[in-house]
């Protein structure tokens, strides 16, 4: 079965690229093990695509963005996979992303993709899932893939990952923004956009684009050649799109030439091994019969200071059948 659908999906079918993330999404075993095939048979088709990161507050303008953005580069001749990462939807009981109608015109066109996350999930099985599904879009011959992250959590990090740039979407607002926004998530960003630069907030965007440009050049002083740019768009009027698309060519002939994209990936595949093998070391640890057994106790002796964090750690070790 998983011959025929890696058959399909290379072949560019749809409908084989949305039933093979269907795969990778579900946790049952043996659709695991199916899933693990599947992606071994397509692994030398990866590789191909951007890999773009996008992020923002609710209300920035993602979506208008991600729909402008995505028309303008199938206009270019590319085809493009759009993924949203949403861990917030277990919290908030419904999905940030998935609440309105999004993206609908770029929807409809063949030369796109476009997949929410499934709700409900921890972030390390979302972020597992959206790698994998990173990697069937690539095989299935999608020239840009965008990961799309809401801007207000853990998922940046995650995000920022695996992709080969991260963009973040900022609002015509001032200095404040900046503090508004997680610090973290501006130390992430390889590019800033600040969207809804027409109409009466065009001078409000510059101003905000000149004081962001400075404070970016003391938070990212330019490595390897590269200062974080700070560019206007407007996503509602398709302005600026372009000159964004010039910006990720050059960032990505500057990494190129210098070897750092391929390290970058290397470096990203390296750790992700590294956290399947943490993930599925501490499940495995948690549902060994013996260690279940021993847990609680180990847990309260240490909580009560009978007993060292280490000493019960080694015990509960040795329970597990490792002996440290
Ligand atoms: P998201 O929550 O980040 O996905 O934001 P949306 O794409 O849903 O946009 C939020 C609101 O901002 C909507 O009312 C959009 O029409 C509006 N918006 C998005 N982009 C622009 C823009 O470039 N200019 C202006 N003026 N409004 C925009």
Known sequence: MSQDLARDLMDGQRRALARAITLVESSRQDHRLEAEKLLSTVLPRTGGAVRLGISGVPGVGKSTFIEAFGLFLIEAGKK????????????????ILGDKTRMEELTRRDEAFIRP????????????????????????????VIVETVGVGQSETAVADMVDLFLLLLLPSGGDELQGIKRGIVE???????????????????????????ALRMLRPVTHDWQVPVLLCSALEGR???????????????????????????????????REIEESLLNALHHHPRVAQEIAGMEAAVREGGLTPSAAARRLLEAFGIAP
Do not use: F, H
């Not at 493009?80 to 999905?95: F, Q």
């Not at 899932?129 to 095989?139: F, G, K, P, Q």
């Not at 630069?197 to 004081?211: H, K, N």
């Open 80 to 95: 493009v996979a759009v993924l949203a990462v949403d861990p917030s939807s277990r919290r908030s009981g419904g999905s």
């Open 117 to 144: 996350s499934p709700a409900g999930e921890s972030l390390g099985g979302v972020a597992r899932r959206t790698r994998e599904a990173m990697l069937l879009c690539e095989a299935a011959g999608y020239d840009v």
């Open 188 to 214: 992430l960003a390889d590019m800033v956009v600040v969207n809804k630069a027409d109409g009466a907030l065009v001078e409000a965007a510059r101003r905000a684009a000149a004081e962001y440009q400075s």
């Open 240 to 274: 600026g799109l372009e000159e964004v698309w010039a910006r990720i060519g050059q960032y990505r002939a500057l990494q190129q030439d210098s070897g750092l994209w391929a390290e970058k990936r290397q470096n990203q595949a390296s750790a992700w091994l590294w």
